[in-house]
């Protein structure tokens, strides 16, 4: 920055002094920031969500050469797997057409039972699907920014989903971008349903890929390969949702692979169940009514 | 007169630059690029900008410019308000102390003291994010994001030079 003449007439030890003070000023801010981040969680959130629109146009130009060549970089790689690739879709093929029947006879079969028991099924969700524009790659904060906000009729704690199962959820809505919180960001606490034996427990991110079952009811056993889905209580996520499978039982814990790879994100979808949830606290008073039917951007 | 003027404009353009250089690579480390498709994370680029220019250029690249750039690495990466600003001003301060130290060495000794400022710079970004979460946050991540600044710096730091021999030899 260039410096006015006056400035440089100013004898050195006092501009010494005076740019010390202007840095330890800055420091206290920082560290100021720090702690008004942990009280006035809410400011200091709607500021991130104006700055964040802010650059979210910048994001959303870069972020499409990038894409272009995300994809240039895939088939290329994919070109060299090929033939493996082939037998192994044909190999799966098979498996596949055998679940196929399976699951229709369930379909069918769960059908009826439903129709026998007058069941209600949940409401049904709206989407919005938007583009990745921002994937920060930080090592203690697991979070995207989404080019869609709340124009497009994003709302703070829908659920982000892609289509191998949930991602994470919407932490923060500006105007034109939301951002994510990824279920393996150490924030991020799920309430799951575990295996067959549906026990419940709370999937906690770490900062790993691997996030861990915690707060399960005691006596209750969990064995690796269990499916790990969403089980809808606390009204923040719908349930049945699948997160992720469980790759490890120790005493050190319970660790969860979850379906949806970080570095794989391109499109989100956004669901919208209608759930009030916990999330939805007296200061946020936007809730999600009044929408005008959701926005389809898939490619 | 008016010669005069566009040359000053030009000069303040110029020396806008280190900042501005900062401030996008901020913006450009958050863009999703996958060519590091094994890695989760990306090198933190801005750190190597505050690095470099406290050690060039340090009337160019002022306090006030590494906080912004700090606190706009926060905001879109999702850190907790004011960490990653912190970060960059001690980066910044530590360089600044011992400029005597870095004047006329070689690259290589530039690229153990960029590895020292690193380390320094990861150190206190999980002790702040452990302290604000209360909790010992996983450092593997942080090794392997530093692991990668590191290594990445010697690229960034070419296109700096570049960039200072080609615009800002009048400082």
């Known amino acids: 920055m260039k410096r006015g003449p006056g400035t440089q007439r100013l004898s050195q030890p006092i501009r010494g002094l005076a740019s010390r003070f202007a840095y330890a000023g800055l420091v206290a801010v920082a560290i100021g920031l720090m702690v008004l981040g942990k009280i006035d969680v809410l400011m200091t959130d709607s500021f991130r969500a104006q700055v964040t629109d802010a650059v979210a146009p910048v994001l959303d130009a870069l972020s499409r050469p990038a894409e272009a060549m995300n994809r240039a970089v895939d088939q290329v790689r994919e070109l060299s797997q090929l033939r493996q690739e082939n037998a192994r879709l044909r190999d799966n093929q098979g498996r596949l057409l055998q679940w196929q029947t399976a699951a229709r006879n369930l379909e069918a079969e769960n059908k009826a039972l439903r129709e026998l028991l007058n069941f209600k099924t949940g409401p049904e969700p709206s989407f919005i699907t938007a583009r990745v524009i921002a994937d920060t790659g930080g090592a203690f904060a697991h979070s995207l920014i989404l080019n869609a906000g709340s124009r497009e009729g994003v709302v703070r704690g829908q659920a982000a989903v892609t289509g191998l199962g949930l991602a994470g959820r919407v932490a923060g809505v500006g105007a034109r971008s939301a951002r994510i919180l990824l279920v393996t960001d150490l924030n991020s606490r799920i309430p799951v349903v575990v295996g067959d034996t549906r026990t419940r427990a709370i999937m906690a991110g770490n900062n790993t890929n691997q996030p861990k079952l915690i707060h399960l009811p005691s006596g209750e056993s969990v064995q690796i390969g269990d499916r790990v889905v969403t089980s809808g209580h606390g009204g923040a996520l719908p349930p049945g949702l699948p997160v992720g499978q469980v790759t490890m039982v120790n005493e050190n814990g319970i660790k969860v692979r979850p379906f949806v790879e970080r570095t794989r994100l391109e499109f989100i979808r956004l669901l919208d169940f209608g759930l009030a949830g916990i999330l939805e606290g007296p200061t946020l008073r936007k809730a999600p009514k009044a929408r005008k039917g959701s926005r389809k951007r898939k490619p | ?171």
Do not use: C
């Open chain 2, 1 to 171: 007169m008016r010669q005069s003027l566009w040359h000053r404009m030009d000069l303040l353009a110029r020396q806008l630059t280190p900042s501005m250089l900062t401030l996008a690579l901020v913006i450009i480390g958050v863009v999703p690029v996958r060519l590091l498709d094994f890695s989760t994370v990306v090198p933190l680029l801005p750190l190597m900008a505050v690095y470099h220019w406290a050690i060039f250029r340090p009337r160019l690249l002022p306090a006030y410019a590494v906080f912004l750039a700090g606190l706009l690495q926060d905001i879109l990466s999702g850190a907790p308000l004011g960490v990653n600003a912190l970060v960059f001003l001690v980066a910044y301060g530590v360089v600044l102390s011992q400029k005597k130290f870095f004047t006329g060495k070689s690259f290589l000794i530039l690229w153990l003291g960029f590895a020292l400022v690193a380390a320094l710079a990861a150190t206190l970004h999980w002790l702040a994010v452990s302290l604000l979460n209360a909790t010992l946050v996983e450092i593997r991540t942080a090794v392997w994001q530093y692991l990668l600044t590191v290594g990445f710096f010697p690229a960034v730091a070419w296109i700096f030079t570049r960039w200072q021999r080609a615009f800002l030899r009048l400082d």
